[in-house]
């Protein structure tokens, strides 16, 4: 089993920065890829970022391209998710999940593929 917490989320103004933390445990860490989604209100499960086990190819919605970038720290058992220039549409419960590290790159965003999730955080970006 693995589990998943997320943290860091949060209040903050449009064009602000937020860093989210997702610590993980229960298995070896380097031997998943990671990813954030995240859900607004009223909307679908929406994918956000993900990074390949070693963290060398990392892979990001078009919505937050360029705004949001994301790291892993594998002594640490911990994936990141640096949002920057926040915006209103950002807001939602954003959620770290774990999968095998098998297909990432021709299925980053497919929510079903990963096998784990944490609880989700609020990031909350008022105008």
């Known amino acids: 089993q693995v589990q998943l917490v997320e943290s860091g989320g949060g209040l903050v103004q449009a064009g602000g920065s937020l860093k989210l933390s997702c610590a993980a445990s229960?298995?070896?860490?380097?031997?998943?890829?990671m990813g954030w989604f995240r859900r607004a209100p009223g909307k679908d499960r929406e994918f956000v970022a993900a990074i390949s086990w070693s963290g060398g190819n990392m892979y990001f919605a078009d919505s937050v391209k360029g705004r949001f970038t994301i790291s892993r720290d594998k002594y640490k058992n911990t994936v990141y998710l640096q949002m920057n220039t926040l915006k209103p549409e950002d807001t939602a419960v954003y959620y770290c999940?774990?999968?095998?590290?098998?297909?990432?790159?021709?299925?980053?965003?497919?929510?079903?593929?990963?096998?784990?999730w944490g609880q989700g955080t609020q990031v909350t970006v008022s105008s």
């Open positions: 999940a774990a999968r095998g590290d098998y297909g990432l790159a021709d299925t980053p965003h497919v929510a079903i593929r990963y096998s784990y």
């Open positions: 229960g298995r070896p860490f380097s031997s998943y890829a």
